[in-house]
């Protein structure tokens, strides 16, 4: 009777665990969201069938936490493990693509934002990043073109001063 109840409660304790990550979500706590975040993933991968959508969300989900504490890697890491599993992933490869710039690297970043701009050349995010990084990175003729084609319909500042800076570095007038 004992060893039942231990059990019983060792259980629950995992269950509850395995469930709080929302509320460690809601209260700022990321490390604590990512250690239940991390026990619940493990959970559903033993599980078979895999609920591959669901494991997909939580490691969005841990994905996001790790970003807030700024570990950049284990974001991309926890994002890279369900890369793919639903095609075209705009949320995994955007988030992706947001890591990566936030690491620093532009190269990779630009690499993976073209792609995203390419996929959905209608999203006004990836193309700003997409302008934004060929700037970064020096493409300013690029950057100059990309600026134009989001002027047809768009007028925001950043656009505006991403493609005067662009004509002042090709030394051509406005």
Request: hydrophobic content about 45%; glycine content about 6%; proline content about 2%.
């Amino acid at each position: 009777m004992k060893k039942s109840f231990i059990l019983l409660f060792v259980l629950f304790a995992n269950l509850l665990y395995a469930q709080d990550w929302r509320s460690a979500l809601e209260n700022f706590d990321y490390r604590g969201a990512i250690k239940s975040l991390d026990y619940e993933i493990a959970a559903k991968m033993r599980q078979t069938p895999i609920d591959s959508a669901y494991v997909r969300h939580l490691a969005i989900q841990k994905a996001k936490s790790q970003k807030q504490i700024m570990d950049f890697d284990g974001a991309y890491e926890s994002l890279a493990m369900v890369y793919g599993w639903q095609e075209p992933d705009i949320v995994v490869l955007g988030e992706m693509a947001e890591c990566v710039r936030l690491m620093g690297n532009t190269a990779e970043a630009l690499t993976l934002y073209g792609l995203l701009h390419k996929m959905f050349p209608n999203n006004l995010y990836f193309s700003l990043q997409h302008m934004s990084l060929q700037y970064a990175t020096g493409q300013y003729k690029e950057s100059l073109n990309s600026g134009k084609r989001l002027l047809k319909s768009d007028t925001l500042p950043v656009v505006l001063n991403c493609v005067g800076n662009s004509f002042n570095k090709l030394k051509q007038a406005d």
